[in-house]
């Protein structure tokens, strides 16, 4: 049995932090399998995502301060210690770099990081950061979009890079009864409405206020449903108002029930600023639902090519055409089969395991 511990920034709902959690469930049994929250507290993360209950024996929290730590190294080292870790996982620029200073200092752990997205690395600070990062233990870098591989390679040209796309898991984001589904969410809405979905932060990144405003070009019968919260929500409301919009615009802040979630929607929109390679669209496709989403990132990569539509830009009337055209389309083939051939967890977690120990003897 080996020890495989994950590093994160936080423990919050997202995308990042979801796929983590799959990888507990799907990476195989014979191995001892954790995660470190270098931020916050089981406490305060279990109020904030209910999910974690199951996997709380699992979870380590480091509750860092402020600012760089020395001490949250040390206590990265003691974990490294205590567990006997034979590999460290870690995901996005912060854990990249207290891992690599830690796999530096403890040379019998083998260091793996994801990169999730690349757009970040246009920051001067955090593009030091990373080179710095990957210059003191050396992971085995993964890319989990061709599309950040890509970028990666044009910064860090030398630098081997593996690519290993994200899964979720089939058998809980399944296919469902649409009205059923409608019902368990407490919506009172006409058989005949068509309703269009969003889950993700509530942030300006996220692009939302274009989805809204995508809602006045399309008939009354149309509505959408936006799962999700943060500090953009006063707003995104304010705008809902003014649009008059209150009746067709439903706001349900953070849905622990996913898959009932996007077995409610006809279609699934993703009007993103920016992406990495986002998991919201292989859940709803996953669940039957057709997507519409933004061609930024690596979103291309996660759509179905004849059941899903991309849009060129994100400009509320390109929205609201793409979702016109996309619910009058018949539909030829089913999306989730494509999730199933693609972006099985099962699949991803084997990958993973494979580089872990790629020259180890297990």
Request: net charge neutral; with cysteine.
């Amino acid at each position: 049995m080996k020890t495989i511990v994950h590093v994160v920034q936080h423990l919050a709902p997202g995308g990042l932090e979801a796929m983590v959690l799959d990888m507990l469930t799907f990476t195989n049994p014979k191995h001892n399998i954790m995660v470190v929250s270098l931020d916050g507290t089981l406490d305060s993360a279990l109020n904030g995502w209910p999910r974690l209950k199951e996997y709380q024996h699992q979870l380590i929290f480091l509750n860092k301060p402020a600012g760089f730590s020395l001490s949250t190294i040390s206590q990265l080292l003691t974990v490294f210690k205590e567990y006997k870790v034979d590999v460290v996982h870690s995901h996005h620029i912060g854990p990249l770099l207290y891992s690599g200073f830690a796999a530096m200092l403890n040379r019998k752990v083998n260091h793996v990081h994801t990169e999730h997205d690349a757009w970040h690395l246009n920051t001067k600070k955090h593009l030091y950061l990373q080179k710095l990062a990957l210059s003191l233990s050396k992971p085995k870098l993964v890319a989990d979009a061709n599309f950040v591989k890509n970028t990666l390679k044009n910064i860090f040209q030398e630098y081997p890079i593996h690519t290993i796309k994200n899964g979720i898991d089939p058998y809980k984001f399944t296919a469902g009864n649409k009205h059923q589904a409608r019902k368990e969410l407490g919506l009172h809405l006409p058989k005949n409405i068509k309703l269009i979905g969003n889950a993700a932060r509530l942030e300006a990144v996220k692009g939302h206020p274009n989805l809204i405003e995508a809602m006045i070009f399309l008939k009354d019968d149309y509505h959408l449903l936006l799962a999700g919260s943060g500090t953009q929500k006063d707003y995104l409301q304010h705008l809902t108002r003014q649009y008059k919009l209150e009746d067709r615009v439903h706001f349900l802040g953070h849905i622990e029930q996913m898959p009932t979630f996007y077995q409610s929607l006809d279609i699934f929109c993703l009007p993103s600023n920016n992406e990495g390679f986002p998991l919201s669209t292989l859940e709803a496709q996953s669940c039957g639902i057709p997507c519409v989403a933004h061609n930024v990132g690596g979103v291309s990569e996660t759509l179905c090519p004849t059941s899903s539509k991309l849009v060129n830009n994100n400009l509320p009337l390109s929205l609201a055409t793409a979702i016109e055209e996309l619910t009058n389309q018949q539909i030829q083939d089913n999306p989730r089969t494509f999730i199933l051939n693609n972006n099985d967890a099962k699949s991803m977690a084997s990958a993973y395991e494979n580089l872990y120990f790629s020259g180890v003897s297990i």
